[in-house]
């Protein structure tokens, strides 16, 4: 069972930076890329940021220079720096985890598109 669990959501003004966490568990070998998406209210869900295992990684226009993500692969976490936040940045931010290898105890397994419960993120002044 593959579970993912975001952390370091929060209140903060405008201008100011936060930190956030996904950390994926479950026997993984490997994953193959991690994705921060976010859904503000009123709006549909949109994709912040996205990063493979080798490192490639892709940004919503609206935070490029912005939002930097990152990966840990050793410990199968996702992070995603926000600095410079604005008013618009306000969304509950969720993790997802595709092309999942794991191992079930009996044998290999292979699993796309796994999603944290998200965490939320107010900017406000």
């Known amino acids: 069972q593959v579970q993912l669990v975001e952390s370091g959501g929060g209140l903060v003004q405008p201008g100011g930076s936060l930190r956030l966490s996904c950390a994926a568990s479950?026997?993984?070998?490997?994953?193959?890329?991690m994705v921060w998406y976010r859904r503000a209210p009123g709006k549909e869900r949109e994709l912040v940021a996205a990063?493979?295992?080798?490192?490639?990684?892709n940004y919503a226009d609206s935070v490029k220079d912005r939002f930097t993500i990152s990966r840990d692969n050793d410990k199968n976490t996702v992070y995603l720096q926000m600095n410079s936040l604005k008013l618009e940045d306000t969304a509950v931010y969720y993790c997802?985890?595709?092309?999942?290898?794991?191992?079930?105890?009996?044998?290999?397994?292979?699993?796309?598109?796994?999603w944290g419960k998200g965490t939320l993120v107010t900017v406000s002044s």
């Open positions: 997802n985890a595709d092309g999942v290898k794991f191992y079930s105890g009996t044998s290999y397994g292979y699993g796309m598109d796994y």
């Open positions: 990063i493979t295992s080798g490192g490639n990684t």
């Open positions: 479950g026997s993984i070998i490997s994953i193959h890329a």
